[in-house]
């Protein structure tokens, strides 16, 4: 079965530093992945997808992510952290089990930007 | 405006209360889906319906029902809830047959006692 893989529950940066969020899936098959964010008191939503086109994906506020197949990785980035994008952030990735297919979540990582 | 609804977004309860959650949407989606969502734990999929009068159990169904009598509405119901079925609930919805893009309901956060 597919796993993920968020490396750090609670990432914490400053207002304008690199925000780099870590997500590592068990496929040797490159499945999809996505990015999902969800704001405080929010439900989720799609930030980004990686569907077998280009490996560098840009998603919505500024957010872009690399597909690594090499590395088994889905890394989450972008420049300059601004305050409204505190948020939790869900790496998925697309399984086929059982003759269906599958989202697998990972537990995500809680980004806190500090003034 | 497309969206997913649910109702009620708090609710308090007590053990062997039947209860039921209703999320409905208006984008004429075909599947649908219900997660929990638990600190440390992630989402994880209850149940999925990928059209009418088709249903599936996801990876945490017991003690769960679900139905798909019409295409927008997809309401979870708890026969006899139990304290360990306090978590925070999301329903969401996809356009297609795959659970990919989804678009999530704002969340109902349940209390059992």
């Known amino acids: 079965a597919q796993s993920v893989t968020q490396l750090g529950s609670h990432v914490s940066v400053s207002e304008g530093a690199l925000v780099l969020l870590r997500c590592n899936y068990s496929?040797?098959?490159?499945?999809?992945l996505f990015w999902y964010v969800q704001y405080p008191n929010q439900g989720l939503q799609l930030l980004l997808k990686?569907?077998?086109?280009?490996?560098l994906v840009k998603g919505i506020n500024g957010f872009e992510a690399e597909f690594k197949k090499s590395e088994t990785s889905f890394h989450l980035t972008k420049p300059s952290a601004h305050m409204s994008d505190a948020a939790e952030y869900f790496c998925?990735?697309?399984?086929?089990?059982?003759?269906?297919?599958?989202?697998?979540f990972g537990k995500g990582t809680k980004l806190t930007v500090n003034p | 405006e497309a969206q997913v609804t649910q109702n009620p977004r708090y609710l308090i309860t007590v053990t062997g209360k039947k209860l039921t959650v209703t999320c409905s949407q208006n984008?004429?989606?075909?599947?649908m889906s219900w997660y929990r969502q638990d600190p440390g734990l992630g989402l994880r999929q209850i149940y999925y319906?990928?059209?009418?009068?088709?249903?599936d159990k996801g990876d945490v169904p017991e003690g769960y029902k679900v139905s798909r009598k019409e295409k927008r509405n997809f309401p979870l119901i708890l026969e006899s809830p139990s304290p360990n079925q306090t978590s925070l609930y999301f329903c969401?919805?996809?356009?297609?047959?795959?659970?990919?893009?989804?678009?999530f309901g704002p969340g109902t956060r349940l209390t059992v006692t």
């Open positions: 990686y569907t077998s086109a280009a490996t």
């Open positions: 319906s990928m059209n009418v009068e088709v249903t």
């Open positions: 969401a919805s996809t356009p297609t047959g795959y659970p990919y893009e989804q678009y």
């Open positions: 984008m004429n989606h075909e599947y």
């Open positions: 998925a990735v697309s399984e086929t089990r059982g003759g269906s297919e599958k989202l697998v």
């Open positions: 496929s040797s098959v490159p499945p999809y």
